[in-house]
């Protein structure tokens, strides 16, 4: 539920009470992940989305329900031949949802209110498990400190390790947790929720390809960044959309910020002054995409100049370049998207190749 936060957040502020049903798992074809929530308030109104409308009607009917009785549960839709069309997956998947009643208040607020900052945060909720234990839940911080109980100080410590390193890796996920795991004398299913900061995309070069990939960023939910060394061209008013516009030598700015396993970083200034000292740099990092923009001959001769600087292979291997998916684009937002294509394809894990007589999962597991 923390990807609708921010409007949870609000009702939670406002008390009202909500139901909100999340997927906790899937199987086969599915278009929505496990953490995706969809939430009705007692006047009926409705945010989210579990299934990108295969089910939206069931799950809504079973937020009411929970809404009047306050019990929580766990309930699977699938594919079936006679009931596709009505409260089926018509795309052939299986995705179990949980529906619970949220009143506003303790942990599920300090979540709520993290996850709509932005903030670093993960929300672990029994989903599956003794009686009385569906529905209570742990927030916990980074660092591992936490707050809130599942009634077992020894099951609170395992839960918190496993929403820790969940958190650590910016992963959402089930965690199955053995009778072992506290005095309950059962296993039980957690559902672990993490909330981080949107992952960083790096444009250096202050070009009108810059301008449309900031665009293009944005839309994707990432925190653009815009640097290019010469002020007359790096200014917000060039690019209005950029979180921040930064006039400095782009590895001197590489080298100062943070980054990490998520990052995006496009090298749009073709020129070797600026592109060789920060591509070294670039490429020794544990950033999610390194590209640059320039022709065949001009990456056979970047090529040339980073291997003089040291890097080997393997190093050289991680530059996409020329950058961007064979698109046929021409103008700068075809170029943006095809770069865009890139690296989502890049960091989820895709193939870049047309889904249509693919033998790939048709929506990403992440």
Do not use: N
Request: hydrophobic share 45%; with cysteine; net charge negative.
């Amino acid at each position: 539920m923390l990807d609708i936060a921010a409007a949870l957040d609000r009702w939670s502020a406002e008390g009202r009470p909500f139901a909100v049903a999340t997927v906790v798992a899937v199987g086969g074809s599915a278009p929505r992940q496990p953490g995706a929530a969809l939430a009705v308030d007692a006047e009926g109104t409705a945010v989210g989305s579990v299934s990108g409308g295969c089910v939206e009607g069931a799950v809504y009917e079973l937020c009411q329900e929970v809404l009047e009785t306050g019990e929580p549960l766990l309930r699977r839709f699938g594919y079936s031949d006679d009931d596709a069309f009505a409260v089926g997956l018509t795309c052939g998947g299986v995705i179990d949802i949980f529906v619970q009643r949220i009143a506003p208040g303790a942990q599920f607020a300090g979540a709520l209110a993290a996850a709509s900052r932005g903030e670093a945060a993960a929300l672990a909720r029994v989903v599956a498990g003794p009686a009385g234990l569906p529905g209570r839940a742990l927030l916990v911080r980074p660092g591992g400190t936490y707050e809130g109980t599942l009634g077992d100080p020894e099951l609170d410590r395992t839960a918190a390790a496993e929403a820790h390193a969940l958190l650590d890796a910016g992963r959402t996920a089930t965690v199955g947790i053995g009778a072992d795991g506290g005095r309950c004398g059962e296993p039980l299913t957690l559902l672990v929720e993490t909330s981080v900061p949107p992952p960083r995309l790096l444009v250096f070069g202050a070009i009108d390809f810059a301008a449309a990939l900031v665009r293009v960023g944005t839309f994707l939910g990432y925190r653009v960044t815009v640097c290019d060394a010469r002020p007359v061209f790096a200014t917000a008013r060039r690019f209005p959309e950029a979180d921040e516009v930064v006039v400095e030598w782009p590895h001197r700015y590489l080298e100062r910020t943070p980054v990490d396993g998520r990052t995006v970083v496009c090298v749009l200034t073709h020129d070797a002054k600026f592109d060789v000292p920060l591509l070294e740099r670039a490429l020794r990092m544990p950033v999610a995409y390194v590209g640059a923009m320039g022709s065949r001959r001009t990456h056979e001769q970047r090529l040339a100049r980073l291997r003089e600087t040291g890097l080997g292979e393997a190093e050289l291997e991680r530059l996409r370049s020329p950058i961007g998916l064979d698109l046929g684009a021409r103008t700068p937002e075809e170029t943006a998207l095809s770069i865009a294509a890139e690296f989502v394809a890049v960091r989820c894990g895709g193939t870049g190749r047309p889904l249509r007589g693919a033998h790939t999962p048709v929506h990403g597991v992440r």
